[in-house]
């Protein structure tokens, strides 16, 4: 997920077109599908599908995995649309740290019971 936060926030490429993407969804239907596929719904899918699976493999606590998928993805989005703002690198970094952060300290434990989990 870290690697995400840097791919999203620090290339070029997919900056711009994270940014083209949330200009244009409020003009064209396409874009916004293409958004929430890449951006919004799509994510939560993606991650609320993985811990269901976690789960039924006996690796997560039971629980409710899209509210889980959403608090996860939550501080990364964020975050992210936070980074837009930085003016520099060091602001960026200080943004980044905040998320690796989020990472280590919320989602080390499972959110259910604290027990560790293998997502540390």
């Known amino acids: 997920m870290e690697s995400q936060f840097h791919y999203w ?3 070029e490429i997919a ?6 993407l949330t200009l244009e969804q409020y003009r064209n239907s396409e874009m916004t599908s293409l958004y929430q596929k890449v951006l919004g719904n799509g994510p939560v899918s993606f991650i609320e599908d993985l811990f269901r ?9 039971k629980g409710e995995p899209k509210q889980m998928a ?10 992210l649309t936070i ?8 602001e960026r970094e200080e943004i980044e740290n ?5 990472m280590e300290f919320e989602w080390v434990l499972c959110p259910v019971c604290k ?6």
């Open 53 to 61: 699976e976690m789960m039924e493999q006996g690796v997560w606590c």
């Open 9 to 11: 926030t620090e290339d």
């Open 115 to 120: 027990n560790k989990t293998l997502l540390k």
């Open 98 to 102: 905040l998320f690796t952060a989020h």
């Open 83 to 90: 980074s837009d703002a930085a003016h520099d690198k060091e």
């Open 70 to 79: 959403v608090e996860f993805y939550a501080p990364f989005y964020l975050l």
């Open 15 to 20: 900056c711009n077109f994270r940014k083209m």
